[in-house]
């Protein structure tokens, strides 16, 4: 399975942007990247995916290199209630199950 | 509120018991996911059903089992249960393909294993 990398945590401001590294070198050519992030006591909430073009919708916009072996979710004012884990997943069109890593715990500061 | 109920949302058992998870699926989708979340990890994947057939499965033993019932709800069983065994237990229902984006997660069954 193609597996991704993250940081373990990351701050940030409140109202400034977040940019949330994830490096993923071995990425074949049908993996979707997806960005799910976990608020304390819930369960993961879907946040953005894409396949080779950046994305943004509502929540975030998703960077994506142009070799795919990186992406970065972009918050663009962070707030307080942005403060979660995010997960970076890989996803081929051949298989369903949905494999996350240990992700990245985002603090948001006042 | 993403529409997936699970329950009970807490429950304990002793070891060796059996316990049955129960999740509602969100309206149209035909697809549940079953995950386990220990305290300060990943969710990991358990299994898959699709249109009541397993379709994917972690690497879990096969004491971990479950269902998909005609309206696309699920049930998750653990026999023998083990104090590892303690964690979060997630179901998601999606839409079948990964193009469709989305899994909607319910908040989960914490279950403690004395």
């Known amino acids: 399975d193609a597996k991704t990398t993250q940081p373990n945590s990351m701050e940030s401001n409140e109202e400034e942007p977040v940019h949330l590294p994830c490096n993923h070198s071995?990425?074949?050519?049908?993996?979707?990247i997806h960005w799910y992030r976990q608020l304390p006591s819930q369960g993961p909430e879907y946040v953005i995916h894409?396949?080779?073009s950046n994305v943004n919708n509502r929540m975030a916009s998703l960077a994506i290199a142009e070799d795919r072996k990186s992406s970065t979710l972009i918050l663009h004012r962070a707030t307080l209630r942005d403060a979660a884990v995010y997960y970076c997943i890989l996803l081929s069109d051949n298989n369903n199950d949905m494999r996350f890593g240990a992700g990245t715990r985002l603090t948001v500061k006042p | 509120e993403t529409g997936v109920t699970q329950s009970p949302t807490h429950l304990i058992k002793t070891r060796g018991q059996q316990v049955t998870l129960r999740c509602s699926s969100q309206s149209g989708h035909n697809t549940v996911s079953w995950y386990q979340q220990a305290l300060g990890q990943g969710p990991q994947f358990i299994f898959q059903y699709y249109r009541e057939e397993e379709n994917g499965r972690g690497n879990f033993p096969p004491r971990f089992s479950g269902l998909q019932f005609p309206n696309y709800s699920s049930e998750l069983n653990v026999n023998a249960l083990e104090l590892d065994d303690s964690a979060l237990y997630l179901c998601?229902?999606?839409?079948?393909?990964?193009?469709?984006?989305?899994?909607?997660f319910g908040e989960g069954s914490r279950l403690t294993v004395l």
């Open positions: 894409g396949l080779t």
């Open positions: 998601a229902s999606s839409l079948v393909g990964p193009d469709t984006g989305e899994l909607f």
């Open positions: 071995t990425i074949s050519g049908t993996d979707y």
